[in-house]
């Protein structure tokens, strides 16, 4: 039998999701009255033989909605100045286009129905979206409503730590604290420590002779 193409691969090995990671920076905890201020998303790809990797960066800095309220010691943590004449920030509704587009098209290439978030606490970052999703009235959100993958929990099966910073450096991966609570260096050391997770069970899936290293999905 040969093998499956790397698209259906992709729809099988998630039950028909695509793996996307997210991370936002905020003005604060609350998804409904703090601003969404920046957003970055990888979605996560497969080679034809089963290993994922983290696939291109899409990111956008987000104008606060009217009437957010922003919390200082947010923005002393993010390192984030709204009023930077180069911030280059958008409306929210277009933030999430940008953001949206894609993640809908790596859907469509890998054959999946929708899209899953995958974040560190992942909770957090999928409260914000569908918070923006909501107030903009968006109607094409490929993520699913409240699924999620949380490498919190990957991460403290595989290596005992659950901080991203620890985890990531428990991992073997390289972490530079200078550019963290950034949304892109976020996502990209979240998306590679996923990825290292997911492959690494692939590994030990195939040794005690599972199909083509993927567990079965039920």
């Not at 998630?14 to 201020?37: K, N, Q, S, Y």
């Not at 291109?56 to 947010?74: L, N, R, S, W, Y």
Request: charged fraction near 20%; charge should be negative.
């Amino acid at each position: 039998m040969n093998a499956p193409a790397p698209a259906s691969r992709m729809a099988a090995r998630f039950r028909g999701f695509l793996p996307v990671v997210v991370d936002v920076e905020t003005g604060g905890f609350d998804a409904e009255r703090h601003a969404l201020l920046e957003i970055a998303a990888i979605p996560i790809e497969m080679d034809a033989d089963g290993t994922v990797r983290p696939g291109e960066t899409a990111t956008t800095h987000v104008v606060p909605f009217a009437g957010a309220q922003i919390d200082p010691k947010a923005l002393e943590v993010t390192g984030i100045d709204i009023d930077h004449p180069f911030r280059d920030a958008v409306e929210e509704r277009a933030a999430l286009d940008r953001i949206f587009k894609p993640i809908r098209e790596a859907v469509k290439r890998h054959g999946c129905q929708r899209a899953i978030l995958v974040g560190h606490n992942a909770n957090f970052d999928l409260g914000f979206v569908n918070a923006a999703v909501r107030r903009t009235a968006h109607k094409r959100n490929p993520f699913h409503p409240f699924s999620c993958f949380d490498t919190v929990t990957l991460a403290g099966l595989a290596y005992g730590q659950t901080v991203l910073s620890r985890a990531v450096q428990a991992a073997g991966l390289p972490w530079n604290g200078d550019e963290a609570h950034s949304a892109v260096y976020d996502t990209e050391r979240t998306a590679e420590l996923f990825c290292l997770i997911v492959n690494r069970w692939q590994r030990l899936s195939a040794l005690e002779g599972g199909p083509s290293g993927i567990a079965p999905i039920v």
